[in-house]
């Protein structure tokens, strides 16, 4: 396990570390010194995304498994990563969802309890707004997620509050808007088979891996008739991490924080970014509305910047889509 003499120096369990984002968090929290055990099943996770730290493979559901690793020693802080991400999948599956993003968060917070964690930093999502109908998304705004995945997420929100309410644990929640990009080193990035995001999509279409994309409906209120997003770059979202622990550390009160930029792009401005930086004109046809997408979902930030004292400037879409498409590049080429 990675040890540092900085005073700084925590001791940090990371769940889910093995993946797209609690790996660019592993690679920042090493880089700051920090101890780290990830805890990972690396059932879409990958072993040689884990640049710092110990991995443990296991279930973060495994009780006695939790007991042994919590049991090694005074744990600084739980950041809880792991969990099942694919919303249509929630559709079809959703115990699949309760179980590992409900069930598994209730016995990791089961476990902190009986080690006597005090900070615990959760990976929640905008999903928890559901339909949002208001120009930007507040951290107040009604909470109605729409599928089992969001509805996963926000019951687990509520859990930790309970919990948290119950015993001496503070948190963080950070509700992530649309994550995007990948670690400029081009090491790090996302994965997993089947990808459903637009600017993944968007960077296999330029590349050939797939013949055409689909808009999912054009006729939205919006300036272009398609959908607006606010999408931020993983790097930021996980330098947002190491904010959230300082921010625990100097005593800070917990908190449910929107993690976006305050600014969205349509999908045809985010088509038009990626056939820039490839310089591909790939096709891309017109279908019709997905089920359940809002027209516009932006985050109302105001909260995040005060809670960090951040500014918070926000990584531009060119950057974004540049780093997804060298990093989606990588991936054909090491396939
Ligand atoms: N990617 C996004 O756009 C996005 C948006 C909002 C919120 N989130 C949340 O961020 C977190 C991380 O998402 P991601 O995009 O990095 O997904 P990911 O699938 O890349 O990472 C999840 C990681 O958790 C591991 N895992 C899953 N179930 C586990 C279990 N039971 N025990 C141990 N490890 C397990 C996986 O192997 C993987 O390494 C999730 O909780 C997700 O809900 C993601």
Redesign the pocket.
């Known amino acids: 396990m990675k040890t540092s003499s900085s005073s700084a120096s925590k001791r940090i369990l990371v ?2 570390g ?5 790996s660019h968090v592993v690679k920042q929290l090493g880089e700051a010194g920090h101890a780290l055990t990830v ?7 990958r072993r040689e995304a884990v640049l710092s730290g110990e991995l443990v493979v ?4 495994d009780a006695a498994m939790l007991d042994t690793v919590l049991g090694q020693g005074k744990f600084d802080a739980v950041m809880h ?5 694919v919303v249509p999948e929630s559709v079809i599956d959703p115990i699949k969802y309760y179980a ?2 409900t069930g ?1 968060t209730l016995q990791l917070l089961g476990a902190c309890v009986r080690h006597g964690v005090e900070r615990f930093i959760f ?4 999903a928890v707004y559901g339909m949002a109908d208001q120009a930007m998304v507040s951290e107040d705004d009604p909470l109605a997620p729409i599928n089992p995945y969001g509805a996963s ?1 926000l019951m687990s929100e509520r859990m930790i509050a309970d919990v948290a309410a119950a015993h001496p644990l503070k948190y963080v929640i950070l509700r ?1 808007f ?2 995007a990009g990948a670690e400029a080193e081009g090491r790090l990035g ?1 994965s ?1 088979a089947g990808a459903t ?1 637009l600017i993944r999509v968007a960077c296999q279409t330029a590349l050939g891996m797939r013949p055409e994309m689909t808009i999912f409906g054009d006729d939205y209120a919006t300036p272009d008739g398609t959908c607006i997003r606010d999408y931020i770059h993983v790097e930021d979202l996980a330098r947002a991490h190491l904010e959230a622990l300082s921010y625990l550390q100097r005593g800070g009160d917990s908190a449910v924080l929107n993690f976006g930029y305050g600014r969205g792009y349509s999908v045809r401005e985010v088509i038009a970014a990626v056939k820039q930086a490839s310089g591909v004109d790939f096709a891309v046809r017109t279908g019709k509305r997905r089920a359940g997408d809002p027209a516009q979902l932006i985050a109302a930030n105001a909260r995040i910047k005060a809670a960090f004292g951040w500014q918070l400037r926000g990584t531009s879409l060119d950057e974004i889509t540049h780093s997804a498409l060298a990093w989606e590049k990588r991936l054909l080429e090491t396939a």
Do not use: E, M, R, W
């Open positions: 769940t889910g093995a993946g797209y984002i609690g805890l990972d099943n690396l059932s879409t996770g296991g279930n973060v559901g990563f792991a969990g099942s991400i590992n993003n598994n990976s929640s999502t905008a997420k992530y649309n994550v996302q997993g995001h």
